[in-house]
């Protein structure tokens, strides 16, 4: 089954630094743009389940792009949309909500944040369990590698410290070793986004597996759910 698409729309940082890391950890498909004007392209074309809106806007008033969303899709088959915001601005976006339109507090806590778009989905995605461990991860981009460590792992993704900055979008090359196993996990991925120094306390990469060589994402899961069950014991 596919996943469901979110696009969030806005400027990278700031508002949109709170909720990506709740977007990372939950099975979605998440793609970016900064420009309204953009994600109005994107809905007629892919059809995304949920527009998370960071407002303002960069190029267009909040009414101009949701009378023009409206005209390009019918309210019964367009995607629900969040407006993420600070709390000041709610008695502004009031006559905009609806069913269809809601209000998320960019105070929200993070729990707080992914039932609000859970709930807007539709449906409840698989959450991939995300384990705190330290992985030896050799991370390459262009010709360039790098020794790494990760900070946090699922089956979908994970975090590594990285003190090199690549850019969001990138496509990296992996090769994570797993204890007690003679070969490396080699797979793609690519960097849905980096760590914010002021709200964060680890410095580093943000990477969502994209494709695995072999039988990596099976070993893979069978490492996560053996830790997994041996910490519960």
Do not use: W
């Not at 743009?33 to 995304?48: C, D, E, F, W």
């Not at 019964?76 to 069913?99: C, K, T, V």
Request: aromatic fraction near 2%.
């Amino acid at each position: 089954m596919a996943r469901p698409l979110v696009l969030t729309v806005g400027a990278r940082g700031g508002l949109l630094s709170k909720i990506e890391p709740v977007l990372e950890r939950s099975n979605l498909t998440v793609h970016h743009v900064p420009l309204g004007k953009t994600a109005l392209q994107i809905v007629q074309s892919r059809r995304p389940r949920l527009l998370i809106v960071a407002l303002p806007l960069l190029d267009m008033r909040l009414d101009v792009f949701l009378k023009s969303l409206a005209d390009k899709r019918p309210a019964s088959s367009g995607p629900s949309i969040a407006l993420l915001a600070d709390e000041h601005l709610l008695p502004e976006l009031e006559p905009n909500l609806d069913e269809q339109h809601r209000f998320l507090s960019a105070h929200l806590k993070p729990e707080e944040l992914q039932r609000g778009i859970l709930e807007l989905i539709g449906d409840t995605p698989r959450v991939a369990p995300r384990l705190m461990l330290r992985l030896e991860v050799q991370l390459g981009a262009g010709k360039l590698l790098r020794m790494c460590q990760t900070d946090n792992i699922s089956e979908s993704g994970m975090l590594v410290r990285c003190q090199d900055p690549i850019a969001v979008g990138s496509e990296v090359r992996l090769a994570v070793s797993l204890p007690k196993s003679a070969e490396p996990v080699q797979a793609k991925a690519e960097v849905v986004r980096q760590t914010d120094p002021n709200l964060e306390s680890v410095q580093g990469l943000g990477l969502k597996f994209i494709e695995f060589e072999g039988q990596g994402k099976k070993a893979l899961v069978e490492y996560l759910n053996r830790h997994s069950a041996e910490s519960q014991d």
